[in-house]
């Protein structure tokens, strides 16, 4: 669902209207995160405003908008080396681990991968962004199409009102699994995934499922990641729980029939969200909520498989 494009810093930042046109064109809500290569890459940008004499008003512009646009910007545990320059790091990063295109001075990288500013329209093969896509609904394909958004988060929401950790109620631990294995293999900064859910008399107390929750989740959690599950019902006369989604603090994607595996004969849609929208849809499972009510105790599972009421 979502492209990692490597963007030179000196062929964003020292043209006001290349900066201008280029940033607008980034963000998960539109399909493609430009990486944060190399960890100061905002700065770098910055600094190559500065260098090409862009004025007052323009480099405060950029300022601003870089720090507005933050969402835009993601780190991909890329490796960088100092000593070298960035076109040299983009070619050797992209042989290990391709970006989806590299964006620098016309010219200044030979491969069919990089693009010039003036390239980047949705109408280029390397460019074009779809936000939405049929998945098909097996647990790694799923999870394949969380893997980008939910690499780059600090923070994750899951919203299905049907999750249940009970094999009878569906297989929503396999994407889980899936996904928490892959994320592992991926960053070695462990998270934190919150499942939100509709109340309803089958499920089980929250102290009931704090003691069969370890058993049914049986391992699956990576050092250092936790599970926290949230129950919640609707407010008469309120809004519906009834959407699934998949939200972060960078932004979040609709899913159609829901994040449970059925097989490889289905699919769900998943579309991306706009920014805005995405946090206002978190924002209906906050601890202040008053869309939606929470139903007592949220259960915490570590990844020793202890679980504790909170």
Same mark, same amino acid.
């Given at each position: 669902?979502?492209?990692?494009?490597?963007?030179?810093?000196?062929?964003?930042?020292?043209?006001?209207?290349?900066?201008?046109?280029?940033?607008?064109?980034?963000?998960?809500?539109?399909?493609?995160? +430009?990486?944060?290569?190399?960890?100061?890459?905002?700065?770098?940008?910055?600094?190559?405003?500065?260098? &090409?004499?862009?004025?007052?008003?323009?480099?405060?512009?950029?300022?601003?908008?870089?720090?507005?646009?933050?969402?835009?910007?993601?780190?991909?545990? =890329?490796?960088?080396?100092?000593?070298?320059?960035?076109?040299?790091?983009? +070619?050797?990063?992209? /042989?290990?681990?391709?970006?989806?295109?590299?964006?620098?001075?016309?010219?200044?990288?030979?491969?069919?991968?990089?693009?010039?500013?003036?390239?980047? $329209?949705?109408?280029?093969?390397? $460019?074009?962004?779809p936000i939405s896509r049929?998945?098909? =609904?097996?647990?790694?394909?799923?999870?394949? &199409?969380?893997? @980008?958004?939910?690499?780059?988060?600090d923070e994750i929401d899951?919203?299905?009102? *049907? $999750?249940?950790?009970?094999?009878?109620?569906?297989?929503?631990?396999?994407?889980?699994?899936?996904?928490?294995?892959?994320?592992?293999?991926?960053?070695?900064?462990?998270?934190?995934?919150?499942?939100?859910?509709?109340?309803?008399?089958?499920?089980?107390p929250p102290n009931i @499922?704090?003691?069969?929750?370890?058993? @049914?989740?049986?391992?699956? @959690?990576?050092?250092?990641?936790?599970?926290?599950?949230?129950?919640?019902?609707?407010?008469?006369?309120?809004?519906?729980?009834?959407?699934?989604?998949?939200?972060?603090?960078? /932004?979040?994607?609709?899913?159609? &029939?829901?994040?449970?595996?059925?097989?490889?004969?289905?699919?769900?849609?998943?579309?991306?969200?706009?920014?805005?929208?995405?946090?206002?849809? =978190?924002?209906?499972?906050?601890?202040?909520?008053?869309? *939606?009510?929470?139903?007592?105790?949220?259960?915490? +599972?570590?990844?020793?498989?202890?679980?504790?009421?909170?």
């Amino acid at each position: 669902m979502l492209s990692e494009y490597a963007v030179e810093p000196a062929a964003i930042g020292a043209d006001w209207n290349t900066f201008r046109y280029l940033i607008e064109k980034f963000g998960a809500d539109k399909g493609r995160l +430009i990486s944060r290569f190399p960890n100061k890459w905002e700065r770098k940008v910055i600094q190559a405003a500065k260098d &090409a004499g862009l004025s007052g008003v323009k480099l405060a512009s950029v300022v601003e908008r870089l720090h507005s646009g933050r969402h835009k910007v993601a780190g991909f545990n =890329r490796t960088y080396n100092h000593e070298t320059s960035w076109v040299d790091n983009a +070619i050797r990063e992209h /042989g290990h681990r391709p970006f989806r295109a590299i964006v620098c001075g016309e010219g200044a990288v030979t491969c069919v991968e990089a693009l010039a500013p003036d390239d980047c $329209f949705d109408e280029n093969a390397f $460019f074009n962004a779809p936000i939405s896509r049929d998945v098909a =609904r097996t647990s790694d394909d799923i999870a394949e &199409a969380l893997l @980008l958004i939910a690499l780059v988060a600090d923070e994750i929401d899951i919203v299905d009102p *049907y $999750f249940d950790l009970r094999p009878a109620r569906g297989n929503y631990t396999g994407p889980l699994t899936s996904l928490l294995g892959k994320l592992a293999a991926a960053t070695p900064t462990p998270k934190v995934i919150k499942v939100n859910f509709r109340s309803h008399d089958s499920r089980p107390p929250p102290n009931i @499922l704090a003691q069969n929750a370890p058993a @049914l989740t049986n391992g699956i @959690l990576p050092q250092g990641y936790s599970l926290e599950l949230y129950e919640w019902t609707e407010v008469l006369g309120g809004e519906d729980l009834h959407d699934r989604f998949f939200l972060t603090d960078v /932004g979040g994607l609709m899913v159609g &029939a829901g994040l449970a595996a059925v097989g490889a004969g289905e699919t769900a849609t998943f579309t991306l969200l706009d920014n805005t929208h995405a946090q206002q849809f =978190r924002s209906r499972f906050s601890s202040n909520s008053t869309v *939606y009510n929470r139903v007592g105790s949220a259960v915490r +599972i570590h990844d020793d498989g202890s679980a504790e009421l909170f």
